[in-house]
């Protein structure tokens, strides 16, 4: 399962920016999704998360700021992000956990794709 993260870019503080991620493969389900956000110098970190059943979790950093959302007919996550600070910087990541089908033998199988990165600029 490959995903296609986008939506960064550059935008004053204050000011808001939506991810979308796409996810494409064949016979796949996806159970869990998530944004993380690796800043310059700095360890990946979790932003967001939200299960098929609609569990959420955040940061706390982000709490009343970000909203993380799915739509699973169209295969793909968003992170709305509002009130955007400088310390939001980062290059942005999905992530998405589930399984595929191999159909000709019904096999099933675990994956975890990671996309490419998205970079979110925060001027002060």
């Known amino acids: 399962v490959q995903l296609q993260a986008s939506g960064g870019g550059l935008v004053q503080a204050g000011g808001s920016l939506r991810l979308s991620c796409l996810a494409s493969?064949?016979?796949?389900?996806?159970?869990?999704v998530a944004w993380y956000r690796q800043a310059p110098g700095k360890q990946r970190e979790l932003v967001a998360g939200?299960?098929?059943?609609?569990?959420?979790t955040y940061a706390d950093s982000v709490k009343g700021r970000f909203t993380i959302s799915r739509d699973n007919a169209k295969n793909t996550m968003y992170l709305q992000m509002n009130s955007l600070k400088p310390e939001d910087t980062a290059v942005y990541y999905c992530?998405?956990?589930?399984?595929?089908?191999?159909?000709?033998?019904?096999?099933?199988?675990?994956?975890?794709?990671w996309g490419q990165g998205t970079l979110v600029t925060v001027s002060s």
């Open positions: 939200i299960t098929r059943g609609g569990t959420v």
């Open positions: 992530n998405a956990e589930g399984f595929q089908i191999d159909i000709p033998t019904a096999r099933s199988s675990d994956f975890n794709s």
């Open positions: 493969g064949r016979h796949f389900s996806i159970n869990a």
